[in-house]
């Protein structure tokens, strides 16, 4: 599932130590813009932290999942974002790549043109 707004705000990183060693978590608040705009906090563990670099007022899209789990007969619902695709700046800068998926233009003089066999 995917999910793209605006990060309205980060919250803090949290560390701590589990059995299976150091863990690390950020969480950061997405607005989903509509009538009624909608606010999501979103995860991020470990790498993934570094890897989007995030910043108040980046326009991005969220891959996610949706995970509940129970804790003392109470749910605990999270969504843990998986990649984060920042949206603008990349998608700019990639589209004026030279290696972009389309051939170049051919353009033709005038007398070129009149050299169909029909």
């Given at each position: 599932m995917e999910l793209?707004?605006?990060v309205i705000a980060l919250l803090?990183?949290?560390n701590g130590q589990g059995k299976n060693g150091t863990w690390r978590k950020q969480e950061f608040i997405l607005e989903i813009p509509s009538q009624y705009p909608k606010k999501v906090c979103i995860s991020l563990w470990g790498d993934k932290i570094d890897q989007a670099d995030l910043?108040?007022?980046?326009?991005v899209t969220a891959s996610i999942d949706v995970e509940s789990r129970e804790y003392?007969?109470?749910w605990y619902t999270e969504v843990k974002a998986w990649k984060i695709d920042k949206?603008?700046?990349p998608?700019?800068?990639g589209s004026s790549s030279s290696g972009s998926p389309l051939p170049?233009?051919?353009t033709f003089t005038e007398d070129e043109s009149d050299d169909l066999p029909f």
């Amino acid at each position: 599932m995917e999910l793209t707004g605006t990060v309205i705000a980060l919250l803090p990183e949290v560390n701590g130590q589990g059995k299976n060693g150091t863990w690390r978590k950020q969480e950061f608040i997405l607005e989903i813009p509509s009538q009624y705009p909608k606010k999501v906090c979103i995860s991020l563990w470990g790498d993934k932290i570094d890897q989007a670099d995030l910043n108040v007022n980046d326009s991005v899209t969220a891959s996610i999942d949706v995970e509940s789990r129970e804790y003392n007969s109470r749910w605990y619902t999270e969504v843990k974002a998986w990649k984060i695709d920042k949206n603008g700046a990349p998608a700019s800068s990639g589209s004026s790549s030279s290696g972009s998926p389309l051939p170049p233009v051919t353009t033709f003089t005038e007398d070129e043109s009149d050299d169909l066999p029909f």
